[in-house]
C-alpha cells in the first residue's frame, strides 16, 4: 500500500470505539417535532431519516478519497433508541468493560441522562415487542433455548444488488413516482398504505442525495483551503463527484465505489439492520467500470488498488453497533459481517471470475483489516488458480477468505423457489447465509439451542437448572424402552420449542412492519417500489425466515453415547446415565471417561454416529422449512453459530456426550471440539452427510497449523480437499491457520499480538478482542498436525 | 478367501507420500532395526499391547490399546473407498507403508490388485529390503514406489540397519528398469548420512541410473520415536543430544536441486 492508503490504516486501527449520542439526539428531537406526529409511520420514518442526514456532522479526513462517516468521526458509533435504548448503566458497562467496550464522555451520558433516555422510556421498538411477547416465549428465552435477532436491531440480513450502478437516485425516484402515479384506489384496497409507503421512499431517496451534496459543499470548502495543488485538484474532483453521486448513476470506478458507500451509509443510518449492508459481488459490479476506465487511459491498475483500499478502510472505520443489557456473550463482536464476494457465476451461468477478483484479493492481502469480511465463491468452472490465490492469503492466517460453494449456495436458493438468474446473482452474507442479492430478505430470526432441547427431555419437560417445567411432559427417560423412544420423545420437544420460537418471530415481524419500515433500504431490494411494500413488510421478491441451528455435534455424540452404551451395549442404565448427568459427573468420572474416550463419535467418517446426525437434521428440517411467515415468506433452516455455541453452552448441564456442565457446545457443523480425530477429510465425509442443499447455509470450521501451508503443492492440496468438499455438495468451509503456542504466547502477552485475527465462526476476530473461554476454545480445536 | 494381513493404522488425509491426497495403509512388522525410525511400533510382526495414560479433567486414566490388527482385504478397501472424492478431486491413492509391507506379500498383492480394478492410484513405500526375484515379480503391480535409501556404506547399513544394503541396491536396479516410476527417499539422520560424502555417494549412485522422474525426497530426522521406544519397553540407540542441523539440510537439497533432481524436504 502507498503511504497515503498506510496513513489512513493506521488511523483507522488506532481510532477508539466510542459511543456517539449524535444519532440518538436528532432523532430524538425529531420524534418531538410537531411533523413526526402528523404523518403516516412510513413517512415518518423517512422524515427521521431525512432530518440525521440533514444535520449531522460531515467527516472528511486528510487524505480520504473515499468520504462520508456513519458517526462524527471513524468508530464514532452512533445508537438507535427507537429501536433500544441504553441506559446509563449500559453506557457504563460498555465502556468499562475488557472486551469490544465503548467509551463515552460526559457529554454524550449528559445527552442521554437529559434528552434521549427520559423521551424513549418505555417506547422503544424493543419495549414494543416484550410486551406483546407471551410468557412461554419469555421462559423459553430466558432458559436460552433460543435467541432472538429482532429485539435490539433491525432486520436487515440483505445484500445489495447491480441496481445502483445503472440508476442515480433520480432515476429510482422516477421508478417511485411511475408506480405512485398508476396506484388504483378504486380496486386496491392497499393503494393507501402503497402511497405512503412510496411518498417514504422518495423522501428518502432525496435525503440521501442532499446528504451527498452536503459532503460536495464541504469538499469545496476544503478544496479552496487547500495549499498542496495536487491535493487541491482532488478535493474538488471528490466534490463533483458526491455532486453526481448517488443523483445519477455512476460513470467512474471512483463514482462507482462512492455512490456504494453513500448507500450503505443511507442503511445503516435509518436503522442499525444485521449485517450492516454489503454491495455483494463487488468484482462483477465494479469490473465494467474497472474496465472501461483502463480501456479509456483514465484509471490505472494502481488508481483501482488505492481506491478500493480506501473503500476498505471505510468499513474498518464502522465497528458492529453495541447492544444493551448485559447479555454481550451471545454475539460480542466489533465485527459487522459486511461480507464481500468474489468469483461464482453470470446470471447466465457462465465463470463469472475476472481480473478484478484477483486484484481485490491483492487488496485483501495487503489490508488485513478486520472489517469488511471476504469469501471468495467456488463453483466448478471456477478456475483452480483463483482457489490456490485464496489459500495463499488464507495462509497469512489473518482468516480471510472464507470459500463457499457456488453450485451449491446456487441449488439451496432454486430449491427455495428463486429463478435460477437471481439464484446465480446471489451467494453468501453475514457468516454463511445464502441469500439472492438485491432481490430477497433473508432474516436471521435467531439461535436455537439443540442440546438443550435433549436436556430438557432427559428431564421430562423440565430446565434442571431452574427445575420449571417449560416443555413437554414427554416421560421419564429412565422409562424409555428403546432409542427410538427417546428420538420421538426428543423431537416432540423439538417441534414444541421451535413452535414458540416462530410464534415470537411472527409477532416481530409485525411489530417491525407496523411500526419500523425502512423505506431507503426498500429504495435499494426489488421489488419493494413496483409492489409499494416495504423491505420488512414483504417488498421484496423473496422473503425467508432463517432459525440458525446450534450444537450440532455435541447433540449427535450425546444421542449417540446414550445409543451406544444405554441400548446397544447396556453397560451404562439410563438411572445412572441420568445420576451422572446430574453431579456433572462428579463421583462419575470413569463413566465420563467411557463416554468421552471410549464412544463413537461424530466426525470421523464413523456411520455409527453420523446416522445420529442425519436423524436431527431431518427432525430439525422438518418442524422449521416450509412454514409460513406473514410476510409471505417462508422459514428456512441454517446451521452456524457465530459465537452463541458458548452462550447456549453456559446454559446447560452436563450432557451424555461426556461435556461437563456450562462448556461451549460445538460450532456449525463442525464436531465436538477434539471429537475428530482422523483427519480433514473424514470430518469433512461425515459433514456431508446432511443434505446441505435444503440448509440456507452451514459453517464448517477447520483449524490447520502453517505445516498445512508450506509449499505450492500444499496449497494445491488443500485447494483439492475444498474442491471434494464441494463434490459432496458442502457449502462452506474456513480455514484457520495458527498453532497453538501462537495463540498461547497470545494470550499470555497480548500486547505483542494485537493484530493477530483469528477465524471465529464465519468470521474473522482480533484474538485479543475474544473472551478468555473463547480464545481457550481456538487452542483447543483439533490440529491437524501433520508429522 | 482373499488374504489377511496384519497393519497399526490407516492414516486419512495423508499428504506427504505420494501424489494427491493418500491414504496411507501402515503394514505391521519389518526386518529392518534401524536406530531412527520414526514408527518403531511397526517392526515386530506380532500384535502388541501398551498401556497409555490418558488425562480427562486433570484425572488420569490407564488405557490398554493393542497395536497391530488383523484385517482382510475387503477391511482394509473399505476404509480406502471412503476417501474416493479426495482421490478424484486430487489425483490421489493409496500407499502402502510400515513397517515393511513386502514381508506381507500376498496381502499386499491382493490389496493392490483390489485397487487397480477399482481404478485407484497404489504407492508402495518401501526400504527395498526383499527376495529379489519376488521384487521383480511385484514391480508391475503399483504405479509408483518410494524407494528408501538410507545409507550406502555396507558396513554401515549393517551397523544402523542390521542388515546389508546388497538387495536393497539390486532391487534399486531392477526397478530403475522396469516401467514403474520412483521416488527415492533420504531419511537425513544427524551423524549417519547428513556428510558430504554420503551426498555424494548418493549422486554417483544415481547418475549411474535411468531415473525417469528425478525425484527424491529428504525426510528430515525428528526425535518423536524416543517416547515411542520407551512406550514399547525398547532400546533408543540415537543420543539424545542428537539433532538435525538445518543447514545440512538445505545444504542436501540444494546440492541436488543444482545436479538437475526435483528435489521434495519431507516427502
Known amino acids: 500500500m502507498n503511504d497515503r492508503i498506510g496513513r489512513l490504516r493506521i488511523q483507522s486501527l488506532q481510532a477508539v470505539n466510542c459511543i456517539s449520542a449524535e444519532r440518538a439526539t436528532l432523532v430524538t428531537r425529531f420524534y418531538q417535532s410537531a411533523v413526526a406526529n402528523e404523518v403516516s409511520v412510513p413517512v415518518q420514518r423517512a422524515l427521521c431519516f431525512e432530518y440525521i442526514l440533514k444535520n449531522k456532522s460531515i467527516c472528511i479526513l486528510a487524505d480520504e478519497l473515499i468520504v462520508g462517516e456513519r458517526g462524527p468521526a471513524p468508530k464514532a458509533t452512533p445508537t438507535y433508541p427507537e429501536v433500544n435504548l441504553h441506559s446509563l448503566q449500559d453506557l457504563e458497562i460498555l465502556h468499562n468493560r475488557k472486551k469490544v467496550s465503548f467509551c463515552s464522555d460526559e457529554q454524550t451520558r449528559l445527552a442521554y441522562a437529559e ?61 417511485v413516482r411511475s408506480v405512485r402515479d398508476s396506484l388504483d384506489f378504486y380496486n386496491d384496497p392497499m393503494a393507501f398504505e402503497k402511497q405512503e409507503e412510496l411518498k417514504a421512499m422518495e423522501i428518502a431517496a432525496n435525503a440521501v442525495i442532499t446528504f451527498a451534496l452536503r459532503h460536495a459543499e464541504k469538499l469545496e470548502d476544503l478544496a479552496a483551503a487547500e495549499t498542496n495543488p495536487e491535493r487541491k485538484m482532488e478535493l474538488a474532483d471528490m466534490a463533483s463527484i458526491c455532486r453526481w453521486v448517488p443523483a445519477h448513476a455512476p460513470r467512474t470506478f471512483h463514482e462507482a465505489l462512492q455512490y456504494y458507500w453513500f448507500v450503505h ?8 439492520p444485521w449485517d450492516s449492508f454489503n454491495p455483494g459481488r463487488l468484482d462483477q459490479h465494479l469490473y465494467p467500470f474497472y474496465h472501461k476506465g483502463i480501456e479509456e487511459g483514465i484509471l490505472t491498475r494502481d488508481r483501482a488498488i488505492e481506491l478500493l483500499q480506501a473503500f476498505w478502510i471505510k468499513f474498518n472505520n464502522h ?17 459487522d459481517f459486511s461480507l464481500i ?43 483452480d488458480l483463483f482457489l490456490q490465490r485464496a489459500i495463499r492469503i488464507i495462509r497469512t492466517g489473518y482468516g480471510q477468505p472464507s470459500v463457499f460453494n457456488t453450485d451449491a449456495i446456487v441449488q439451496e436458493l432454486v430449491r427455495q423457489g428463486k429463478n435460477i438468474e437471481d439464484a446465480r446473482r446471489g451467494g453468501a452474507s453475514g457468516c454463511v447465509e445464502s441469500g439472492a442479492f438485491g432481490t430477497e430478505s433473508y432474516i436471521l430470526t435467531g439461535y436455537f439451542n439443540i442440546p438443550k432441547v435433549l436436556e430438557i427431555t432427559l ?91 446450534v450444537g450440532m455435534g455435541t447433540i449427535t455424540d450425546s444421542l449417540t453415547a446414550i445409543q451406544y452404551h444405554v441400548f446397544d451395549k447396556k453397560t451404562i442404565p439410563m438411572q445412572q446415565m441420568l445420576k451422572a448427568l446430574q453431579h456433572d459427573f462428579k463421583g462419575y468420572e470413569d463413566l465420563q471417561y467411557e463416554l468421552v474416550y471410549n464412544t463413537p463419535k461424530y466426525g470421523n467418517d464413523d456411520d455409527y454416529a453420523d446416522h445420529n446426525l442425519v436423524s436431527v437434521f431431518e427432525m430439525y428440517y422438518n418442524a422449521i422449512d416450509g412454514r409460513p411467515t406473514p410476510r409471505g415468506g417462508t422459514y428456512r433452516i441454517n446451521l452456524l453459530p457465530t459465537t452463541c455455541h458458548i452462550y447456549f453452552g453456559s446454559k446447560i448441564g452436563a450432557l451424555p456426550d461426556g461435556r461437563k456442565a456450562k462448556e461451549p457446545v ?122 | 478367501m482373499l488374504p489377511e494381513g496384519l497393519i497399526f493404522n490407516i492414516k486419512r488425509f495423508s499428504v506427504n507420500d505420494g501424489p494427491g491426497i493418500r491414504t496411507t495403509v501402515f503394514f505391521k512388522g519389518c526386518p529392518l532395526g534401524c536406530w531412527w525410525c520414526h514408527n518403531p511400533e511397526s517392526r515386530s510382526g506380532e500384535t502388541e499391547h501398551v498401556t497409555i495414560t490418558r488425562t480427562l479433567h486433570g484425572r488420569e486414566f490407564c488405557h490398554h490399546e493393542a497395536i497391530g490388527k488383523t484385517v482382510t482385504v475387503e477391511d482394509v478397501l473399505s476404509e480406502i473407498e471412503k476417501e474416493r472424492v479426495f482421490y478424484e478431486t486430487s489425483g490421489g491413492g493409496v500407499t502402502f507403508s510400515g513397517g515393511e509391507p513386502l514381508l ?29 526375484l519376488l521384487f521383480r515379480d511385484l514391480i508391475p503391480k503399483f504405479d509408483l514406489f518410494l524407494f528408501d ?56 549412485l544415481l547418475e549411474t541410473l535411468t531415473m525417469s522422474r528425478k525425484e527424491i525426497h529428504l525426510l528430515p530426522y525428528h526425535p518423536l520415536a524416543k517416547s515411542k521406544m520407551k512406550m514399547l519397553g525398547r532400546e533408543y540407540k540415537m543420543s539424545d543430544s542428537s539433532e538435525l542441523d538445518q543447514r545440512e539440510l538445505h545444504k542436501f537439497a540444494d546440492s541436488f536441486q543444482q545436479a538437475g533432481y526435483k528435489v521434495k524436504i519431507g516427502g
Open chain 1, 115 to 175: 434528552e434521549i433516555i427520559p423521551y424513549w422510556r418505555g417506547k422503544t421498538n424493543r419495549d414494543r415487542i416484550m410486551r406483546l411477547l407471551p410468557a412461554e416465549w419469555q421462559e423459553s428465552y430466558k432458559a436460552g433455548i433460543f435467541t432472538e435477532f429482532m429485539e435490539q436491531r433491525a432486520p436487515g440480513h440483505t445484500v445489495l444488488g447491480d441496481k445502483i450502478y445503472s440508476k442515480g437516485m433520480l432515476d429510482i425516484v422516477n421508478d
Open chain 1, 265 to 272: 451509509l443511507g442503511v445503516v443510518t435509518e436503522l442499525n
Open chain 1, 319 to 335: 465497528p458492529a453497533p453495541p447492544k444493551i443489557g448485559i447479555t454481550a456473550e451471545e454475539s460480542n463482536t466489533y465485527t
Open chain 1, 341 to 383: 464476494n468474489l468469483g461464482g457465476v453470470k446470471a447466465d451461468g457462465s465463470d463469472a471470475i475476472n481480473e478484478l477478483s484477483y486484484l481485490i484479493l491483492d487488496v485483501i492481502e495487503d489490508m488485513r483489516l478486520l472489517q469488511p469480511s471476504s469469501m471468495i465463491q467456488v463453483s466448478k468452472k471456477s478456475p
Open chain 1, 459 to 549: 428431564n421430562n419437560g423440565t430446565d434442571p437448572e431452574t427445575q420449571k417445567l417449560i416443555g413437554l411432559e414427554t416421560g421419564d427417560a429412565a422409562g424409555f424402552t428403546g432409542f427410538d423412544k427417546l428420538l420421538d420423545a426428543f423431537n416432540r420437544q423439538l417441534n414444541h420449542f421451535i413452535n414458540i420460537k416462530i410464534k415470537g418471530s411472527n409477532i416481530i415481524e409485525k411489530v417491525f412492519a407496523n411500526h419500523m419500515p425502512a423505506p431507503f433500504l426498500s429504495l435499494l431490494i426489488d421489488d419493494c417500489i413496483s409492489s409499494g411494500r416495504d423491505y420488512h413488510a414483504g417488498g421484496a421478491r423473496y422473503n425467508t425466515n432463517y432459525i440458525q441451528g
Open chain 1, 666 to 787: 460445538s460450532e456449525g457443523v463442525s464436531p465436538v471440539q477434539g471429537a475428530d480425530h482422523q483427519g480433514p477429510t473424514s470430518v469433512i465425509k461425515s459433514v456431508a452427510k446432511i443434505d446441505h442443499i435444503r440448509t440456507g447455509g452451514t459453517l464448517l470450521n477447520q483449524k490447520f497449523t502453517p505445516a498445512f501451508f508450506k509449499d505450492k503443492e500444499s496449497i494445491i492440496k488443500l485447494a483439492q480437499l475444498v474442491r471434494g468438499y464441494f463434490r459432496l455438495d458442502g457449502h462452506h468451509i474456513q480455514f484457520n491457520v495458527v498453532s497453538a503456542e501462537i495463540l498461547r504466547d497470545a494470550q499470555a502477552h497480548p500486547e505483542k499480538y494485537r493484530d493477530l485475527i483469528v477465524r471465529v465462526a464465519g468470521y474473522s476476530d482480533y484474538f485479543n478482542d475474544l473472551g478468555e473461554d473463547l480464545q481457550n476454545e481456538i487452542i483447543r480445536r483439533t490440529e491437524h498436525e501433520v508429522l
Open chain 2, 104 to 132: 506381507q506379500p500376498d496381502f499386499l498383492v491382493g490389496l493392490a490388485e483390489a485397487c487397480r480394478i477399482r481404478d485407484i492410484h497404489t504407492c508402495l513405500d518401501t526400504s527395498g529390503y526383499c527376495e529379489p
Open chain 2, 149 to 204: 535409501i538410507k545409507v550406502l556404506d555396507r558396513s554401515k547399513h549393517i551397523l544402523y540397519t542390521g542388515y546389508p544394503n546388497d538387495e536393497i541396491l539390486i532391487n534399486l536396479r531392477q526397478l530403475d528398469c522396469s516401467a514403474t516410476g520412483y521416488i527415492v527417499r533420504i531419511p537425513v539422520v544427524p551423524g549417519i548420512n547428513d556428510d558430504e560424502g554420503f551426498r555424494d555417494d548418493l549422486k554417483k
